[in-house]
């Protein structure tokens, strides 16, 4: 065993390890070493792939000496356990976004952590795509004076995909705010480097079929008069990859010809153990799984999360999946950004310096715990149709 990788055992075998898989298979400094799920066919799979234990228990998993790092990934509502349980065998967590359903949830996930001395960082989020790191470095040179204005936007069919009957309760952490606001709030605050004041919203619960939020708009302010707006839609009519050149959310091209794919499938299906059985079917185990291909792991352009422009005093900036379109008072160019020999190796990046070198992490649990809360706040400010005004409103830069 190679003790300079960072040994990854993996609580979840579902979605969400599905698509850190490329990353995992393709970056040097991983490895692999124990997977956990409740499902034996994804275990199964798990000990064929990789040869390497599959437990049924996240006890037994966080236990396994060769695990250095546990890559949480199971429901949302579980993460605040499974952290408790990996750090109380001193081991780093790694976990999926929203970081938890309750702030006091993530307080407890961040005393766990500190007690026990590991890392906790808290990914993938679509804030550690490098377009959104290197726009990132733009604002913080100075170079085109203080952020005022910066609009995020993302059309797609989020809520038309086959969901486990939990994703689509709100109060089980399901819906458009925790699984895809997690995202643009993450995004618009590394962008305005500084955290926002105040916030109002409204949610769009559109479909009785599925009672949970599909989208929303909101508004933030920051102390010094900037603002942010961003928009959600996941009902799957207009996609809004066709505005970032027909290049999809996890960097791969992508046909406008499979308009209404989604929605079409969701009408095949007769109940929720129907589509409850067809997600799984499609996940890492299941009969219709399908593992990572050449296209997954090389060639694609960066990630990104739908349009999204910052606008500072002296130029608006625009992150693109290849680069970074600059529009200044007399002249517009692009910077461009070689494509990622690795997909999400940013996430990587942040692990590895924290447990090897002991560098501190960005989207550590209070970083996480700070969006959680501007999503809660979301939630509470469509309900009572008011803004609302956000703790430690004094801002600050980030």
């Known amino acids: 065993m190679d003790k300079q990788k960072l040994r990854i055992g993996v609580v979840g075998l579902g979605r969400a390890f599905t698509l850190m898989l490329p990353t995992f298979l393709a970056d040097s400094r991983v490895e692999l070493v124990a997977g956990c799920d409740p499902r034996a066919a994804a275990r199964d799979q798990f000990t064929k792939d990789f040869s390497r234990p599959a437990y049924d228990s996240v006890e037994a998993l966080a236990a ?220 890492y185990g299941g009969s219709a799984y399908q593992p990572p291909g050449p296209e997954s792991l090389g060639g694609a352009l960066h990630q990104h999360f739908g349009p999204v422009l910052v606008s500072c005093e002296k130029a608006d900036l625009r992150p693109l999946p290849n680069g970074i379109s600059v529009y200044e008072d007399e002249e517009k160019y692009f910077i461009h950004i070689e494509p990622p020999k690795v997909p999400r190796a940013e996430v990587i990046d942040e692990l590895h310096a924290a447990v090897r070198t002991g560098a501190p992490c960005l989207h550590d649990g209070r970083w996480a715990r700070r969006t959680l809360e501007i999503c809660l706040a979301m939630i509470q400010s469509s309900n009572a149709s008011r803004d609302v005004v956000l703790s430690g409103a004094a801002g600050g830069e980030t």
């Open 64 to 283: 396994d000496r060769d695990v250095e790092v546990v890559y949480i990934a199971s429901p949302h509502q579980y993460h605040a356990q499974h952290t408790r349980i990996a750090a109380g065998h001193r081991k780093h967590v790694l976990v999926e976004k929203p970081m938890a359903l309750s702030l006091a949830e993530c307080d407890a996930m961040i005393g766990d952590c500190d007690q026990a001395g590991v890392h906790l960082l808290i990914g993938h989020c679509h804030s550690f795509d490098t377009p959104y790191l290197k726009t990132r470095e733009l604002v913080r040179s100075g170079r085109f004076g203080a952020v005022r204005m910066i609009h995020a936007l993302n059309f797609t069919d989020y809520l038309c995909r086959p969901r486990r009957p939990e994703e689509l309760q709100t109060s089980q952490g399901g819906g458009a705010v925790f699984s895809q606001a997690a995202h643009q709030v993450d995004i618009v605050r590394l962008l305005a480097c500084q955290e926002p004041e105040r916030v109002r919203s409204a949610l769009g619960n559109w479909d009785p079929s599925r009672p949970t939020e599909g989208a929303y708009s909101a508004l933030m302010w920051f102390h010094d008069g900037a603002y942010a707006s961003f928009n959600y839609n996941g009902y799957g009519h207009f996609d809004s990859d066709e505005w970032m050149g027909w290049t999809g959310e996890m960097g791969q091209r992508k046909s406008s010809e499979a308009y209404g794919n989604a929605r079409r499938r969701l009408k095949s299906i007769a109940n929720p153990e129907e589509e409850s059985a067809l997600k799984n079917a499609g996940t």
